[in-house]
């Protein structure tokens, strides 16, 4: 039996990659960003290599690529050393598309699959719709919180409704730099570099069940001591809970927008059929690392509910219980792998044969 194929999402914070074994965990997730060594020998990609470090490359920014060097290099590292392809003998690869991603790198995308890796069948699909896949349904709304971008994509019958979209460019990598700005003040002695406040963030941050208790907690002014891994202790007040509010209201960061569910409620609105809106907003698909925040999933629910009716019930899916632990923060990693169990075996997939004869273009008519 043929190899799985290879299925990749790689985001602006994390790639996830793995052979398409839908019943576990993506078997290589680590930073996308990399330091470069001399004359970019892949060996020597810093896996430690943290995107704040002088030399990093981060190849993705904001879920779009824009070093396509480096994306090369990632690439290559991934295939031949993290997952053991070997050159000569390339299976078959799935791509998990960023939503939004443009026509033109999708075809170079391709392009770098079958002329530089010589992948012996190519499929792409964009993110929502495999996150939506991951929970065993073909329709659904997903709200990916992230590293580089909010997303949001209600999928119906497997299409997305591109009408409806929404992307915000805030998300987890702004949160850290925001709890970096409110500790510079809070502990000014202490210097904390991007790595150390990422992992801060995710240790402290609380999305709490609603704005009047936010606005208690800060009134309260209750600081807990933070651990660091080298012994150094730091107090951390109630921006630990900003960093939950700030996404409800995200005027407490001059950012004149409406919050999360707000926004998910009137992208719905867009969605036709119209009958097609009662079951998005009953099928919301919410993933992405930034919502496993603590009381994140709770929070969103209670906000969701508040747009109900004795017969419209705003719900977020809970993956099956036979899926794995961390279905949702791998949603399109998951979805990916899959349809990629179905796509291949019955060739759907764009084949080397398809691109010779009509170039990098197929991949709009062939996938999506
Ligand atoms: N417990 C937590 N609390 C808050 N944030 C968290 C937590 N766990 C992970 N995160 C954040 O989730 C983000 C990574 O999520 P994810 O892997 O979905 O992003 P990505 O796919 O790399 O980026 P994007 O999809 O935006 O391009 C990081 O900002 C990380 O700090
Ligand atoms: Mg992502």
């Excluded at 000014?188 to 991007?194: A, I, Q, S």
Aim: charge should be negative; hydrophobic fraction near 40%; glycine fraction near 8%.
């Amino acid at each position: 039996m043929a190899a799985e194929a290879i299925v990749i999402d790689a985001g602006s914070r994390l790639l996830k990659a793995g052979f398409a074994i839908p019943e576990q965990d993506p078997q290589l997730v680590m930073q996308t960003a990399m330091t470069k060594a001399d004359e970019g020998d892949i060996d020597k990609i810093d896996l430690n290599g943290d995107d704040w470090k002088e030399n990093a490359v981060n190849p993705i920014e904001r879920g779009a690529i824009h070093d396509w060097e480096a994306m090369e290099d990632l690439w290559r590292y991934v295939f031949y050393t993290g997952l053991g392809w070997e050159v000569g003998n390339e299976g078959q690869i799935l791509i998990a598309d960023s939503l939004l991603t443009r026509k033109i790198a999708r075809e170079k995308t391709v392009q770098l699959m079958f002329e530089t890796f010589n992948v012996n069948g190519f499929y792409a699909v964009e993110q929502p719709v495999l996150s939506v896949y991951a929970v065993g349904r073909i329709s659904g709304c997903a709200v990916d919180v992230g590293h580089g971008k909010i997303d949001i994509a209600p999928v119906w019958e497997g299409g997305i409704q591109h009408n409806a979209v929404k992307r915000f460019e805030y998300a987890g990598q702004d949160l850290t730099e925001l709890l970096g700005a409110k500790l510079a003040k809070s502990n000014p002695h202490t210097k904390l570099d991007g790595f150390a406040l990422e992992q801060i963030k995710e240790a402290v941050a609380v999305s709490l069940d609603d704005s009047v208790d936010y606005e208690k907690k800060v009134a309260d002014g209750s600081v807990i001591e933070h651990t660091l891994p080298d012994g150094r202790v730091i107090s951390v007040g109630s921006e630990r809970y900003t960093l939950g509010e700030v996404l409800y209201q995200p005027s407490l960061v001059e950012i004149q927008e409406y919050g999360i569910t707000e926004q998910l409620v009137r992208s719905l609105s867009l969605c036709s059929p119209a009958e097609c809106q009662k079951p998005l907003i009953e099928n919301i698909v919410l993933c992405g690392g930034t919502s496993t925040m603590k009381g994140f999933e709770a929070r969103f629910q209670k906000e969701v509910s508040l747009h109900g009716t004795p017969s419209l019930r705003p719900s977020v899916v809970k993956p099956p219980e036979y899926m794995p632990e961390r279905t949702l923060q791998y949603s399109a990693w998951i979805g990916g792998a899959i349809l990629a169990k179905v796509v291949f075996p019955q060739n759907q997939h764009l084949t080397k044969g398809d691109y010779d004869e009509y170039g990098p273009n197929i991949v709009h008519r062939k996938c999506y």
